[in-house]
């Protein structure tokens, strides 16, 4: 019986969220902030194999940005505050959306390459 067959299966949000092992869903999936681990302490799966690439910087460029320059631009037109109410405000919250967004959705882009058996250098040809 395979490993993958004695865990049920874990949603790939769930591992997003909880940054936890796509396989068992206990293990931790990073140390320190998005530095993955070698393998699951729990089950053991083996994350060398896992590449999320550059998928997860671009789309928190992407979301962070249009979130944050967004709110800027939508508290600049309606109350027109200084300039300093901008920095103490959409500084702070442009770092951290983007660091949570980056772990995030780089768990996310793991728990789906598991899910569907992406293995980097392999073609699909069925």
Known sequence: MSPDTLYPPVEPQRVALSACC???????LFKGLSELKPACTVCGLDYQTVDPGDGAPIFVIL????????LALYTEITWSPGLWVHFLIF?????ILSLWLLRSIKALLIALQYRNNARPGTIDRG
Do not use: E, H, T, Y
Request: with cysteine; glycine share 20%; hydrophobic share 45%.
């Open 63 to 70: 979301i962070a940005d249009f979130l944050v320059v967004g």
């Open 91 to 95: 500084g702070p919250l442009a770092i």
């Open 22 to 28: 796509p396989r068992c869903g206990r293990g931790r």
